[in-house]
C-alpha cells in the first residue's frame, strides 16, 4: 500500500487487489472515468441486508447497515470504507454469506505518511516541551505566592517536655548519668578508658582493677564528669582478686553520689541498664536483662592457672564493650546492683555479643570500704587449692590442703571431691572459688563433700 493516501480525485486503474486475499477481481472496480451519479437506479436505493448482493448490485455510496463510523461488510478494520470519505470503494470484496454483524465501534483514524506522522510528533513533542514549561511556571508561581504544602516548610512542633512522661529508662539514664565518670588512664607502656562512680559528694570513686591498674606504677588518671570538666584522679586502694579499686577525684565538691541498691534481690530476667564510656564514648546508656545469678567467671590468667580472677558474677545481656569496664548496671530505680567488669566474645576483637558479667554490688561494697580505710581489702578462703579453669562438671576436685587452715580443721583431704557449698550446685574449680569468695571472712558454710556434709568457717586472707 502506498505511504500517502491518492486524493479524492485520483482514479485507480485496472484489477484492485483486496488487502490480505492474493490477486481476486473485485466485483465492485469501476471503470476509468465512472462518476457516482451514472449509478444505475437500483444501486441508489440501496440493497436489502436480508440477502448477498449480487454482481450488479452495489453497496450504497455513504452510510451503510453498520452505521456511521462502522466497517463495510467484508471491510478489515483499519481501511478506509465509502461512509468515511468520498473516492473509490473499498477493495475488499463483500463475503458471499451476507451482512455482516453490526458494529457500533467509533471508524478508525485515517493513516497518515511518515511525513505527517513525524510531523505530528515533533508537534507532540514542542507541545509537550511547551506545556511542561508554562505547567512548571504556573506551579512556581503558585508556590511562590501560597507556600508549599510538604512538611519542609511546616513548624517545628513545640518543645513540651509535659507532654509525654519520660519512659523507665529515660528516667533512669536521667537519674544516674550524673554520678557516672569517664577515666582515661595512662601508664608507663599503655593509655586506656574505662568508666566508674561516684560514691561521695568530694570525690570518692569505685571502678575495676584493671581498668587502673597500668597507672599503679608511676602513670596517671583523669575523670570526666558528664559535664565535661575534668580532673587528676588518685588511686586509693585497689585489690586484683576481686577486680577492684578506690580512687579520689581532686578538687572537686558537690558531686552526686550513686544509689546503691542490694544484688541480692536481683532476679533472672529482670530489666537492667548499663551505663558506662564504651569505646571511650562517654555516657553512653544500653539497657537489657538479668540474664542469670552466680555465674563464676575467670578473667585473665591461663586456663588452670592460679593467677586468673575469678568473679561470682551477674549475667546480663546489656550492651557492655570495651570501656564500660567499672560502670554501673542498674536497676529501674537507678540503683547499683552490679559493676560491668568482664564480657564473652567470639573474636580476638572482643566486643558485645549480649554476654556480659557484673561483679554484684554486695560483694564491692564490702571490699570498697576496706579499700577507702586501708588500702587493702580481705577476702574468704577455705584453704585448700582447686584446679581453676578446669570443667570437670561433676564437682571440683580438691588439691593440696593448707595445714592448720579451715579445710584442714574440718578435716577435707587432697583428691576429695566438692558437689555443693550451701545451696548452689559445683561443677567445678572456678564455682568452687567463686561460692567461696561471695563470703565474707568468718562466715560459716556448708559443704557437700563426696556426698557428706561438713561445715567450714572461713578464713581471711588479705589481698
Known amino acids: 500500500m502506498a505511504n500517502d493516501t491518492p486524493e479524492p480525485d485520483a482514479t485507480p486503474t485496472g484489477p484492485v487487489e483486496a488487502s490480505g486475499q492474493g490477486g481476486e477481481p473485485n466485483p465492485w472496480a469501476r471503470p476509468a472515468g465512472y462518476r457516482p451519479e451514472d449509478r444505475p437506479a437500483e444501486e441508489r436505493e440501496g440493497v436489502t441486508p436480508s440477502g448477498p448482493p449480487t454482481p450488479a448490485a452495489q453497496p450504497p455510496f455513504g452510510a451503510h447497515p453498520g452505521g456511521?463510523?462502522?466497517?463495510?461488510?467484508?471491510?478489515?478494520?483499519?481501511?478506509?470504507?465509502?461512509?468515511?470519505?468520498?473516492?473509490?470503494?473499498?477493495?475488499?470484496?463483500?463475503?458471499?454469506?451476507?451482512?455482516?454483524?453490526?458494529?457500533?465501534?467509533?471508524?478508525?483514524?485515517?493513516?497518515?505518511?511518515?511525513?505527517?506522522?513525524?510531523?505530528?510528533?515533533?508537534?507532540?513533542?514542542?507541545?509537550?516541551?511547551?506545556?511542561?514549561?508554562?505547567?512548571?511556571?504556573v506551579g512556581y508561581s503558585f508556590a511562590d505566592r501560597s507556600g508549599s504544602a510538604g512538611v519542609l516548610s511546616a513548624p517545628l512542633p513545640e518543645v513540651d517536655e509535659a507532654a509525654a512522661p519520660l519512659t523507665a529508662v529515660e528516667a533512669v539514664?536521667?537519674?544516674?548519668?550524673?554520678?557516672?565518670?569517664?577515666?582515661?588512664?595512662?601508664?608507663?607502656?599503655?593509655?586506656?578508658?574505662?568508666?566508674?562512680?561516684?560514691?561521695?559528694?568530694?570525690?570518692?570513686?569505685?571502678?575495676?582493677?584493671?581498668?587502673?591498674?597500668?597507672?599503679?606504677?608511676?602513670?596517671?588518671?583523669?575523670?570526666?564528669?558528664q559535664d565535661g570538666s575534668t580532673t587528676p584522679a588518685r588511686i586509693i586502694g585497689r585489690d586484683p582478686t576481686s577486680d577492684?579499686?578506690?580512687?579520689?577525684?581532686?578538687?572537686?565538691?558537690?558531686?552526686?553520689?550513686?544509689?546503691?541498691?542490694?544484688?541480692?534481690?536481683v532476679r533472672v530476667g529482670q530489666q537492667v541498664v548499663a551505663i558506662g564510656s564504651p569505646l571511650g564514648l562517654g555516657g553512653s546508656v544500653t539497657t537489657g536483662i538479668i540474664s542469670a545469678l552466680d555465674r563464676a567467671v575467670s578473667v585473665g590468667g591461663e586456663p588452670g592457672g592460679g593467677d586468673a580472677t575469678v568473679l561470682n558474677a551477674l549475667q546480663t545481656d546489656a550492651a557492655i564493650n570495651p570501656g564500660n569496664s567499672g560502670g554501673p548496671l542498674v536497676d529501674m530505680q537507678g540503683r547499683v546492683?552490679?559493676?560491668?567488669?568482664?564480657?564473652?566474645?567470639?573474636?580476638?576483637?572482643?566486643?558485645?555479643?549480649?554476654?556480659?558479667?557484673?561483679?554484684?554490688?554486695?560483694?564491692?561494697?564490702?571490699?570498697?570500704?576496706?579499700?577507702?580505710?586501708?588500702?587493702?581489702?580481705?577476702?574468704?578462703?577455705l584453704g585448700v587449692q582447686v584446679a581453676v579453669g578446669a570443667r570437670e562438671l561433676d564437682g571440683a576436685v580438691l588439691g593440696p590442703v593448707t595445714p592448720g587452715g579451715p579445710a584442714d580443721r574440718a578435716g577435707l583431704r587432697e583428691g576429695q571431691v566438692v558437689t555443693?557449698?550451701?545451696?548452689?550446685?559445683?561443677?567445678?574449680?572456678d564455682e568452687l572459688v567463686?561460692?567461696?569468695?561471695?563470703?565474707?571472712?568468718?562466715?560459716?558454710?556448708?559443704?557437700?563433700?563426696?556426698?557428706?556434709?561438713?561445715?567450714?568457717?572461713?578464713?581471711?586472707?588479705?589481698?
Do not use: C, K
Open 68 to 137: 456511521p463510523g462502522g466497517f463495510w461488510p467484508g471491510q478489515a478494520p483499519g481501511s478506509f470504507g465509502p461512509g468515511d470519505r468520498p473516492g473509490p470503494f473499498p477493495t475488499t470484496p463483500v463475503p458471499a454469506y451476507g451482512w455482516p454483524p453490526r458494529d457500533f465501534r467509533p471508524a478508525p483514524a485515517p493513516p497518515r505518511g511518515r511525513r505527517t506522522i513525524a510531523g505530528a510528533a515533533l508537534v507532540a513533542l514542542v507541545a509537550a516541551v511547551v506545556g511542561g514549561g508554562v505547567g512548571g511556571a
Open 173 to 225: 539514664a536521667e537519674r544516674v548519668l550524673p554520678s557516672v565518670v569517664q577515666l582515661r588512664v595512662t601508664g608507663p607502656g599503655s593509655a586506656g578508658e574505662g568508666s566508674g562512680m561516684v560514691l561521695s559528694a568530694d570525690g570518692l570513686l569505685l571502678t575495676n582493677n584493671h581498668v587502673v591498674e597500668p597507672a599503679a606504677d608511676g602513670g596517671s588518671v583523669v575523670a570526666v564528669f
Open 244 to 265: 577492684l579499686a578506690v580512687l579520689r577525684a581532686q578538687g572537686v565538691s558537690g558531686l552526686t553520689p550513686i544509689e546503691l541498691g542490694n544484688s541480692d534481690a
Open 337 to 381: 546492683v552490679g559493676i560491668n567488669s568482664a564480657i564473652a566474645t567470639t573474636g580476638a576483637q572482643g566486643g558485645s555479643i549480649g554476654v556480659g558479667f557484673s561483679i554484684p554490688i554486695n560483694q564491692a561494697r564490702r571490699t570498697a570500704q576496706e579499700l577507702e580505710a586501708t588500702g587493702r581489702a580481705t577476702r574468704a578462703v
Open 420 to 429: 555443693r557449698v550451701d545451696d548452689r550446685i559445683i561443677s567445678g574449680g
Open 434 to 463: 567463686a561460692a567461696i569468695r561471695e563470703n565474707a571472712p568468718g562466715d560459716r558454710v556448708t559443704l557437700v563433700v563426696d556426698g557428706q556434709e561438713v561445715q567450714v568457717t572461713l578464713a581471711s586472707e588479705t589481698g
